[in-house]
T-cell receptor, first 114, second 112 residues
Framework: NAGVMQNPRHLVRRRGQEARLRCSPM?????VYWYRQLPEEGLKFMVY????????ESGMPKERFSAEFPKEGPSILRIQQVVRGDSAAYFC????????????FGQGTRLTVV | EDKVVQSPLSLVVHEGDTVTLNCSYE??????LLWYKQEKKAPTFLFML????IEKKSGRLSSILDKKELFSILNITATQTGDSAVYLC????????????FGKGTKLSVIP
């Protein structure tokens, strides 16, 4: 049973481009969380999804950011028209039941906007 | 706004030393406090604390919560170089009770 897989591990985008970050949860996990870690900051909650549903996106910026977790395939965090301030490490975690104590984190995707 | 503050931000100790990491919080709808170890990249879960005064222990690591004073400590005894990592404190609660609010972490370096 592979762990939570995030890809790519590193992503470089020019300002104005789109960034797509993928998170494949552990087998049997239907709950996914996305967090962002800015330099010198703690992880910040962005969005919580269950299969095909967004449960809570209160931590997500209102514009340019979107997330999905389709019935088949990985969860996707999409950032349109990236800006320098989007440079950060983006982590996802998956859980079988929504409990944080049973959530496993992926290795993260480091996004650099140049 | 919910807040979790960890101290110190970084710490350098010698193998065999005992360390205490601190975490204070202000969170609405508190449910629990969690400690994670972050090596390289992925945070790994260590402890969850929900009740005051009850120590959780795992090998050389132990942790306790004070819900009256709103803080927790993580102790590591007889430190080893493999303990070098960033230790994250997170509180479960806030607007969505499953949300985690993280502190900035304490970077622990254990030197031989």
């Amino acid at each position: 049973n592979a762990g939570v897989m995030q890809n790519p591990r590193h992503l470089v985008r020019r300002r104005g481009q789109e960034a797509r970050l993928r998170c494949s949860p552990m087998k049997g996990h239907s709950h996914v969380y996305w967090y962002r870690q800015l330099p010198e900051e703690g992880l910040k909650f962005m969005v919580y999804l269950q299969k095909e549903n967004i449960i809570d996106e209160s931590g997500m910026p209102k514009e340019r950011f979107s997330a999905e977790f389709p019935k088949e395939g990985p969860s996707i965090l999409r950032i349109q028209q990236v800006v320098r301030g989007d440079s950060a490490a983006y982590f996802c975690a998956s859980s079988p039941n929504g409990l944080n104590t049973e959530a496993f984190f992926g290795q993260g995707t480091r996004l650099t906007v140049v | 706004e919910d807040k979790v503050v960890q101290s110190p931000l970084s710490l350098v100790v010698h193998e065999g030393d005992t360390v205490t990491l601190n975490c204070s919080y202000e969170v609405t709808n508190f449910r629990s406090l969690l400690w994670y170890k972050q090596e390289k990249k992925a945070p790994t879960f260590l402890f969850m604390l929900t009740s005051s005064g009850i120590e959780k222990k795992s090998g050389r690591l132990s942790s306790i919560l004070d819900k009256k004073e709103l803080f927790s400590i993580l102790n590591i005894t007889a430190t080893q170089t493999g303990d070098s990592a960033v230790y994250l404190c997170a509180v479960e609660g806030g607007a969505g009770s499953y949300q985690l609010t993280f502190g900035k972490g304490t970077k622990l370096s254990v030197i031989p």
